[in-house]
């Protein structure tokens, strides 16, 4: 017999403007249904760093990430559970998890449901998911994003994803994701300790404007928190977290649908008994903890190289297939490079790296 599988959902409808929604390939495949969800394809990222007057372009021959409808997702997903026999309960915010005759009490409304097991996915809420025994090591950005469409806006090239990396925004980042009929997603996440997010979002937009021929706003501003980190512990006595509330991201872009889609199904064998699911999330927590490290070694290096004098520079790396998920194995084909330190001593430089892993089918999509 088939487990019984309640989802509690605090809100009253499901969805609701998110992400910017960029996942790779392979991420897009462990999706439900992502035929139906996709946007937009992408063979390019485009990376500036102001303070250094640096652009870092990463191409490949074909799309390797995509841009996904953050709200048909929701409501996709909504579809699948109702197809598997899963009970959703929408505006049913839980209060707590407690224990009780050998079982996990979940508290809803006035009363407490009795359940074998318990997978949090409530977003960033450390102090809910600390007394549940899950730990993480979270750094909140806020976020703050508006779509826009472009007229005449000749230097936005289809297919790239445009990023701004930078110190000035206390170590935070924007973005500038052309889609389809000139319609423009814009977006900024800062540290606490940066600009304000709206100042910047309000800032990149002016440059939006003096560089294109018409933009129409099609969107308030909207957003909220967008993670850093790594997770600790994702399991903890018939309670696992998934997601932003474990901290479950790619520090570079703040991105969760990776890990997501990755943790989940391991989270779900192990629910089923499978304790060989546990090695698999450790190797997962291992990577995000790397990347985490990575992105904080981009912003130092930053810092170096401003304070070195080095300006002015154009990296051009191409590459098979560009991994959009794992950071580590492509920052290794730069520093391994020879090439890769003319940007030294050369203004423009010009690279073609192999595929950072072993994993190329995706490569001949």
Known sequence: MAPEVHLYEARGAIGR?????????????????????????????????????????LSSDRP????????????????????LGVRLLLGSPVRGVSRGGGRLLLHVGGGAEPYDFVVVATGYSPRFTGSLGLTSSPQTLPGVQLEVEVGGGRWLEEGTAYAVVSNY????????????????????????GGPPALSCLRA???????????????????????LRGYPGRVVAGGVAGVGDSV??????SGGGLYAISVASKLIADYANGDAKALGALEALKRELALQYRLARYVYRLVRVLEAAGLRGRTVDVRLRCLDYDHH???LAQLLGNARSYLALVRGRVELELKYPTEDTRWCRV
């Open 328 to 330: 580590l194995g492509l």
């Open 247 to 252: 901290a479950m991201v790619k520090s570079l």
């Open 204 to 226: 990149l937009l002016r440059v939006v404007e003096r560089n294109s021929a018409s933009v129409r706003v099609l969107s308030k501003p909207y957003g909220g928190v967008v």
């Open 64 to 83: 390797s990430f995509l841009r996904l409808d953050r709200l048909k997702l929701e409501e996709l997903l909504a579809e699948e559970l109702a197809r």
């Open 17 to 57: 403007p998110r992400c910017a929604g960029l996942v790779s390939l392979p991420t897009a495949s462990r999706l439900p249904r992502s035929p139906e969800l996709t946007l937009d394809l992408y063979r390019a990222i485009e990376v500036h760093v102001p303070e250094l007057r640096l652009r870092l372009r």
């Open 169 to 192: 925004l206390g170590g935070g980042f924007a973005w500038v994701v052309p889609g389809s009929y000139g319609r423009v997603l814009l977006g900024c996440a800062t540290s606490p």
